[in-house]
């Protein structure tokens, strides 16, 4: 689907816990073709203080209805003020944006793993991999039992672990702290959306153990079309924007110490 500005309506607001909403929009055209890991851009025009948009990794997408869903956490003014926003609301989005992850062969074991709201783009990928015969494993990790969001819904779609820094559920500790990477489930693929720390950590883990991986980067993408040049990172074929050539990116094409 080619990338395209549009009028979205705000059709339905839940709150997910203490900061993180799923927000869902009724498209302005027919949608075809979001791939997972995809991106939009949105203009916050009600907060004064927002000069840039926000962007935000698509949840969800239903093609008969013509909706998409985001994940948005409060962390500022921009994400407050489009939380804020009631059914009904018109917001103007650019989408879909940027590269999604790859699709993995039939009879692959794939392990996805997520920090925080970075969970937010593997639903949509676990959910392709269910319609094309492939039950993912799926580790996410979080500060509390808490902050932990849509467990019910990644249920549906795969085998899944849970990781809290403060021991509140399941197993105390990082996501490279889990039992999952000793137990010898000889995962071909590995696909990871969180905080940089913790995807360099996956990144490492992957490495060593020699599986592709995959990761999802979240640097500042102001213009989504690889003009203000932003949101450059470092990779072995020299600087690439985030916003065109990723967010998506293999672990072996990026200048990480890992």
């Not at 890991?37 to 093609?63: A, M």
């Not at 899944?160 to 071909?188: A, Y």
Request: net charge neutral; charged share 20%; aromatic share 8%.
């Amino acid at each position: 689907m080619n990338k395209r500005v549009g009028q979205l309506q705000l059709i339905k607001k839940t709150k997910l816990n203490y900061n993180n909403y799923l927000l869902e929009f009724k498209a302005d055209t027919i949608l075809s073709d979001i791939k997972p890991g995809q991106f939009v851009n949105i203009q916050i025009d009600r907060s004064l203080s927002t000069f840039l948009r926000r962007p935000i990794s698509i949840y969800d997408v239903n093609y008969q209805t013509g909706t998409i869903s985001l994940v948005v956490k409060i962390v500022g003014a921009g994400s407050e003020t489009l939380t804020s926003a009631e059914p009904g609301s018109i917001i103007d989005m650019v989408y879909p944006l940027g590269n999604g992850f790859s699709q993995p062969k039939a009879g692959d074991k794939c392990l996805l793993v997520g920090g925080g709201v970075g969970v937010a783009p593997l639903y949509l990928l676990a959910k392709e991999m269910n319609i094309n015969g492939i039950k993912p494993f799926i580790l996410l990790g979080a500060r509390t039992a808490e902050d932990h969001i849509l467990l019910s819904e990644f249920n549906k779609l795969g085998e899944v672990f849970l990781t809290t820094n403060d021991g509140s559920l399941q197993v105390k500790g990082f996501v490279t702290d889990h039992e999952i990477w000793s137990n010898s489930l000889n995962f071909n693929k590995i696909y990871c959306c969180g905080p940089e720390p913790m995807m360099k950590a996956v990144a490492a883990k992957a490495a060593k153990l020699d599986i592709d991986c995959e990761v999802s980067l979240e640097n500042l993408m102001a213009c989504g079309f690889g003009v203000c040049l932003c949101c450059v990172t470092k990779t072995h074929d020299g600087h690439k924007c985030v916003c065109t050539e990723g967010p998506v990116f293999n672990i072996k094409d990026l200048e990480w110490q890992i």
